[in-house]
């Protein structure tokens, strides 16, 4: 089992940038593929980015293609998510996720273990 905890959320202006982490818990930090994803208000939560197993696969949603990166670090446990040209359509609550699988799954229903989130508000 694994226990998520993200930072890193805030106001920023369009055309800025934030940088959230999550930081888990646990001793096998390593096996688990992590997502995250976004929840805007009234719309569906939606997988943004997320990396495989020994970070061989990656994955970004095409709206944030070129602007986001998604890397981890086992060693301290910890996946981050850096955003770039933050839009105002960016503006949501984002989650990280863990399932222990070694592919990418895009459905938030495949991801077992989530963390409480954090706000982003991307204002114009």
């Known amino acids: 089992q694994v226990q998520l905890v993200e930072s890193g959320g805030g106001l920023v202006q369009a055309g800025g940038s934030l940088r959230l982490s999550c930081a888990a818990s646990?001793?096998?930090?390593?096996?688990?593929?992590l997502g995250w994803f976004r929840q805007a208000s009234g719309k569906e939560r939606e997988l943004v980015a997320a990396?495989?197993?020994?970070?061989?696969?990656?994955y970004y949603a095409n709206s944030v293609k070129g602007r986001f990166n998604i890397s981890r670090d086992n060693a301290r446990n910890t996946v981050y998510l850096q955003m770039n040209s933050l839009k105002p359509e960016d503006t949501a609550v984002y989650y990280c996720?863990?399932?222990?699988?070694?592919?990418?799954?895009?459905?938030?229903?495949?991801?077992?273990?989530w963390g409480q989130g954090t706000q982003v508000t991307v204002s114009s």
């Open positions: 996720a863990a399932d222990r699988a070694p592919g990418i799954n895009i459905l938030p229903t495949r991801y077992p273990y």
């Open positions: 990396i495989s197993v020994g970070s061989v696969n990656k």
């Open positions: 646990g001793r096998t930090f390593s096996d688990y593929t």
